[in-house]
């Protein structure tokens, strides 16, 4: 990102208008940055600024960096950050960021300024594994790893480069040791308990006439998503990560209330290039404001990249749910899936998920096998980010509950369009809009449905 600053005029540094806002030690190093209005205007001679060209200002705000003035280095950097010039501002940006990262320590700011020069100019690798860097560094390994398949799907890097992404891949390991994210949004949705819209239901006695309360209800909520890690050295190579996660979509009448709570531990260990976690710990789930399930479950997960561009993800998990108002539906759960995530581009990409499940319930009838398959896509529009997923499952119950003449079999579809405006954001936390339809097809009335919500609210990684 260096080397290519030239003059292309005077630049006014607004915050420091005057020569007695510098610092004086640099105007004593530096006399030939200063120019008094009185020497060659016709302001009041009472007046003074600095008239600076971008060389010029460049010099200035190095040589306050240089000399722990980051006060003076940072507003030097963001006046030339809005220079009509892409390569003047982009060089801006990156010097601010990395300031701000590794003098500063302020590594959330940093990544702002380097996604806003991505925004701009897509393909400046160096730029990108910064940006993985900082991710990194903030505990987000899935978006640092992102950031540098797309860095080498930008085409071909110089040796230089290549070094820094063999650098950075073995740097992933040294991440973050605590973190976090939080998600709020306003949440309207069509169909809040995922109930039919049907007026009877059959079943082996008849066809009874279904309450209101049991018939799909739309609403406005909030929902609330949260996240809390901590990761423990345990040798060169290997790390305890912790994680607290919950979330919860909260409703008015408080009747429809949806919240889980998990915490998990375990063991992260990096071979080469490859990384395995394992991981267990309980859950908890409440459902109208009262407690619905707990439960006990481990994983274990494999991250092995498929050449330069694509990440494929493997992942095995089993756990023990108890449900607290149905003891026939205790169960043991088994799941496994499999992915692959690539960078087509710079700015696209995407991915595959298949997926595949045994839940093996007290009763027969809540026994099921399921499996499924989905995919995203997407793309870096500006300085907004679009995402379009899709996913279908297919499930098939052991037996038919007694109540009901088949045993359920269902066909779930879903759709959604996500989009993160980081032109709006403000210390790290963006505004992002999701839509999302879904429909269920099943053999069993009560189990059939389909749902159309949204979300609109800000999100924030710390």
Known sequence: MSGFVRDTGPVFLPPIASISDVPAQLVQAQPFLVETAGENTKQDESTQSLQLT??????????????????????????????????LRSEARFRLAMMLADQMKRTRDAAVELRRILDEKPDAARVRLELARMDAMMGRLGAAEREMRAAQASGQLPADVERAVRFYAAALAAAKPLGGSLELALAPDSNINRATRADTLGTVIGDF?????????????????????????????????????GSGDFYRSGQFDDYALAVQFGPEFQSGADRITFSGGPSWRWYGQAAFSQGWGGTA???????????????????????LRNDLQDSTIYAGTFGIDRAFSARFGGGMQLRASRTSARDAGWSDWTGGTSAYLFRELGRTTVVVDGGYSHLEADERLFLYPKKRVDDRFSLGLSATFRALQWKGIAPFLRLRVERNTSTVGIFDFDRRAAELGLTSAF
Do not use: C, M, W
Not at 309 to 321: G, H, N
């Open 54 to 87: 971008a060389a010029q200002l460049f010099q200035l705000a190095d040589s306050a960096r240089d000399a722990g003035d980051y006060v003076t280095a940072e507003t030097a950097y963001r006046a030339l950050a809005g220079n009509p010039d892409i390569e």
């Open 209 to 245: 006439t279904l309450s209101d309360d049991a018939k799909a209800k739309s609403g406005l909520g909030l929902a609330a998503r949260a996240q809390g890690y901590l990761r423990l050295p345990l040798g060169a190579r290997s790390r305890l990560l912790a994680r607290l996660s």
């Open 301 to 323: 997960v494999f991250q092995h990249p498929l050449g330069k561009r694509s990440q494929l993800r493997a992942e095995a998990a089993v756990s023990r749910l108890d449900n």
